[in-house]
């Protein structure tokens, strides 16, 4: 069976579509299906496809060429924020006898007849409609993690803090980095380390690393949440963009995250020093720990193939 990911990823949008893709091609290859993926990016993103069958394109306006891929396709999976609905409905057509698979994040558009993934902790919230050949896999059951969260070693919280990883995913943050970093060290005593993505090209066993050791994490809201959910830091959440604010808000609600709200506030740094404070004490963060490893689980890329291969 041919199964084709189609997603999106550059330094101007970001890498999480492609950063869960991986995790869903990492997934399919486990079980002996071999994926391969379109993506609309740039170069920027080629490191993290090393050893993997891809083919860059814009695949949203080359869409005979698109097309023509599909026909040989028994499963597609679309993670992306800027396809149509229309070109939602005409790929349904052209794979008739097919499995569609879509990943959502906020019940984006009226998806046609297929398997939605919205792999969240506030999916209650998002009212799918329920309707004959809709499928939904929701939650944080089905939270995608590529393969290096799936079995990891149990993390060590420190009795007192004192190394702090900053990333904020595939967009270039740096002047907001070091504005944290000048602020933060007149105040703490803290070891700093930075992920910036143009220059820390980092596998994901590389990150799990910097997180199995990091203190606390200032991450942004997007994909890799999940990941320090899965292994346990604290974390403090900054806003960039209006879908992270849903998931940002909601991982504040079930304690993992504390929120210090959106990058462009004026007052953002005093907002994560008082989160860190918060932070501080022992017992909180293994508080913080224990509720991010009891909602994500690291085998919802599994759940979801299986779900695909045993549609029918």
Not at 7 to 19: A, C, L, R
Not at 50 to 63: A, P, V
């Amino acid at each position: 069976m041919k199964a084709v990911i189609l997603t999106e990823g550059s330094k101007d949008i970001g890498f999480g579509h492609i950063t869960r893709c991986l995790a869903l091609y990492e997934a399919f290859k486990d079980k002996n299906v071999q994926p391969v993926f379109i993506i609309n990016g740039d170069s920027s993103i080629k490191y993290l496809l090393r050893e993997k069958k891809y083919q860059l394109f814009n695949w949203l306006k080359e869409k005979n060429k698109l097309f023509n891929i599909l026909r040989e396709a028994g499963i597609v999976v679309i993670d992306s924020y800027l396809a149509s609905r229309d070109l939602y409905n005409k790929i349904s057509e052209i794979i008739p006898s097919g499995i569609l698979a879509m990943v959502d994040d906020y019940n984006r558009i009226k998806y046609p007849e297929g398997i939605v993934i919205n792999p969240s902790i506030y999916m209650d919230r998002l009212n799918y409609p329920q309707k004959e050949g809709m499928v939904y896999l929701l939650g944080k059951d089905y939270v995608i993690l590529r393969k290096a969260f799936q079995k990891i070693p149990v993390k060590r919280i420190n009795k007192k803090a004192r190394d702090v990883l900053i990333m904020f995913g595939g967009i270039n943050h740096s002047a907001l980095m070091h504005k944290i970093i000048d602020y933060l060290e007149k105040i703490f005593d803290f070891n700093f380390y930075v992920v910036e993505p143009m220059k820390n090209r980092l596998s994901a066993r590389r990150v799990l690393n910097l997180m199995l050791n990091a203190d606390i994490c200032i991450s942004g809201g997007g994909q890799t949440t999940h990941e320090l959910a899965r292994v346990g830091v604290p974390t403090i959440g900054v806003c960039f963009a209006k879908n992270q604010r849903r998931n940002l808000k909601g991982w504040q609600e079930n304690g993992f995250i504390e929120y210090a709200g959106w990058h462009n506030d004026n007052n953002v740094v005093v907002k994560i020093k008082n989160a860190i404070e918060k932070l501080m004490p022992y017992a909180e963060r293994v508080r913080r720990n224990n509720i991010g490893r009891k909602f994500v689980d690291g085998k919802g890329s599994q759940r979801i193939i299986h779900k695909l291969l045993h549609n029918n």
